[in-house]
């Protein structure tokens, strides 16, 4: 489909009250049309990771809906991104991943293209009139290609801002942590039966932890009923609970290994890692206020510390999360329109959110961490798509996965008009649901840029007054 750029006031299934999102938004295939048109090809999309393209000519093909593109290392200093199109007949020219360091080569008709965009064979070019294959005509059509954080990403919107200043708050958080530094140890995709937005949003809030993952309440050995109380400070649920229910700092220690352990195992290992633990073993039996409240804080900066200090030992380029501000130790972050870094001392979990239908969507999930001196980091391979209820996803996303098919077959009821919000806590919906309004009503550059900064950074955010020139926005 062709994108659209140009204003328009129509808004369909708008949102009129900021903490009541339209049920339809969510399955009305004109409003999935819409987004198509209007929102995907304006806004910056992590394309692959930087280290998919090891070696001159290796090359990713990224698609979203409809839309194909090639992402290729140039050379040693350049990554390019073309739409993944020939010139002569719309033949797609590449699929999957591989090496170009020849070029691209069409196989319908033989055209060929460099690395570098240009054609430079059109096979019998005698056929075609000089001004039908003008060199500036034929080239491969470019499209914006930037590189953060080891990830790289495309935008097909030539007026958007550059993409760090995009990205916000989200950038710096990040980079503290030395993301760019970081590999993938996995990589999984799931088709996941629910509209893309319901499943993003499934990972947009902690306030679905205590009944969706009730091992990690159960590794913190409290009654999840004292969630709501002890939140009552401002923390998120989890995060209260963990120190609402502890009697002493012996029990803090015990139950934060535990959480731990089950996190790890429940993410693949990713976030915590293996090596993560040990070093938790290993420091239990340090000294620790009796206070819980006080020993949460001790604890937490002990194993920082060690952690670190093991990673300084191995050689890792360790961020010391201790020196970090608070505003930069948020758990799980999100960027605008379908990208999370869920930072964990010093490894993360990254995931991705495509659209595949209106009602189905690709999730993927990278476990991210630092690899010693020498040792090499495995080669990415596109993964297998799994169905839900597969056995090899990690247990915490399989959990979040079981909800959203049931989810989505709900939100068709007739009686269910609109998604209602705790205005505290799962403001973030809202925020980036109407941010997507402004998009699809054809809202300025500069006012757009105002409204990505606002929501994207920390999950768990208040509704925002996004500030963007139209009722309700």
Known sequence: MKPQFQADPFRPHAISKADQIPATRYYDPEFFQLEQLRLWPRVWQMACRFEELRDDGDFVEYRLLDQSFIIVRVDRHTIKAYENTCRHRGMRLCEDRGNANKGFNCPFHGWHWSTSGDCVRVFQQSYFNDETIRAADIRLKAVRCEIWGGFVFINQNPDAAPLR????????????????????RFWIAVRVPANWKATLEAFMESYHVSRTHPQLMAALDSPVDDAESAASNGANTAQAVRYASYRNGREVI??????????SEGMGHAMVIERDIEVAERIRDIDIPEDPALAGIAWRRALNDAIYQEGLRLGLPMPDLNSLPDELNSPVNYAFPNFFLLPFFGNMASYRVRPLTTETSLMEIWGLEFFPPGAEPPRLTTPKVLEIGDPEIPLIPAQDFVNLPRQQDGMHAAGFDV???????EGLLSNYQRLIDGYIQGVSE?????????????IDAPIKDLGLPMSGL
């Open 165 to 184: 200043e995009s990205l916000g708050t989200f950038a710096p958080m990040h980079e503290a942590r030395n993301v760019d530094q970081l590999h993938a």
């Open 254 to 263: 015990t139950g934060n290994i535990s959480y731990l352990k089950n996190l």
């Open 419 to 425: 998604l209602r919000l705790a205005s505290s806590n």
């Open 446 to 458: 500069k006012d757009l840029l105002q409204g990505i900064t606002k929501v994207s950074g920390p």
